[in-house]
């Protein structure tokens, strides 16, 4: 089993910045690629950002520039920077841990960006 903890979300003005977190703990050894997926009200979730452990990394269109993700092997966390925010990156946003056995999953943590 593997458990995902986030933290880092919050409330931040338009052009702000977040960095949120995911610390995994458990069976580690079996994570290859993790990331963070979002879901806003109304909307389809969307891949926002994902990481191999071999460092090569995948954004969504959307918020390529803007964001930035990158992984601590040695502390298993698996981090999101998130600058020049725009009130549609509100969501609630999920890390996703890939292994063969099938995904974890973080409980989410919420990101609101107002205008």
């Known amino acids: 089993q593997v458990q995902l903890v986030e933290s880092g979300g919050g409330l931040v003005q338009a052009g702000g910045s977040l960095r949120l977190s995911c610390a995994a703990s458990?069976?580690?050894?079996?994570?290859?690629?993790m990331g963070w997926y979002r879901q806003a009200p109304g909307k389809q979730r969307e891949l926002v950002a994902g990481?191999?452990?071999?460092?090569?990394?995948n954004y969504a269109d959307s918020v390529k520039g803007r964001f930035t993700i990158s992984r601590d092997n040695t502390k298993n966390t698996v981090y999101l920077q998130m600058n020049s925010l725009k009130p549609e990156d509100t969501a609630v946003y999920r890390c996703y841990a890939e292994r063969l056995v099938g995904n974890a999953w973080g409980q989410g943590t919420q990101v609101t960006v107002s205008s």
């Open positions: 458990g069976s580690i050894f079996s994570i290859d690629a």
């Open positions: 990481i191999t452990s071999g460092g090569r990394t």
